[in-house]
């Protein structure tokens, strides 16, 4: 099993190689006590934006969009949401190669967020986010290296 800072690694970097594929500067943050992992400039604004690993499961792409505190020594609280701290989510999914910028003010939920690869089964549609709407980029993180290949056009920061 990969440790979860590998795991995380690998996500920022295929996340910056999308980020910069689409047309943005970015921007790394100095030290580890930000809330986002990185900062994108589109040539008028700057807008934060925290990296996650998404996972394929029931035909969606699922991540956390909260962090979790409970095994520090006294937490406080065991999960903290990013509302007012981050701007995007830059979400690298291995099992599809795709990366994916989701703006904050489209999750209103405060600990997972799904991003549809398939069709409901249910064929719900209303409040269903469709992964194809988000996507940047497809990033391919191997030994051999990294490897983009374009994906829907960018959103403006």
Do not use: W
């Not at 190689?17 to 689409?22: F, G, I, P, V």
């Not at 980029?137 to 960018?154: D, F, I, Q």
């Amino acid at each position: 099993m990969k440790h979860p800072k590998d795991i995380g690694d690998r996500t920022t970097l295929a996340a910056m190689l999308a980020l910069r594929e689409a047309g943005f500067a970015v921007l790394v943050p100095f030290g580890e006590n930000t809330r986002y992992d990185l900062v994108i400039d589109d040539g008028i604004r700057l807008a934060r934006v925290q990296c996650k690993t998404g996972r394929l499961r029931g035909g969606a792409i699922r991540f956390a969009v909260c962090s979790c505190y409970g095994h520090h020594q006294r937490p406080g609280e065991s999960r903290r949401d990013y509302h007012g701290q981050v701007d995007y989510f830059a979400v690298h999914c291995p099992d599809t190669s795709g990366v994916y910028l989701v703006p904050m003010d489209d999750l209103p939920v405060k600990v997972q967020a799904a991003l549809r690869v398939d069709p409901a089964r249910n064929c719900q549609s209303h409040g269903i986010r469709l992964a194809c709407d988000y996507e940047i980029s497809r990033v391919m993180v191997t030994r051999e290296g990294l490897r983009a290949s374009s994906g829907g056009p960018a959103p403006s920061a």
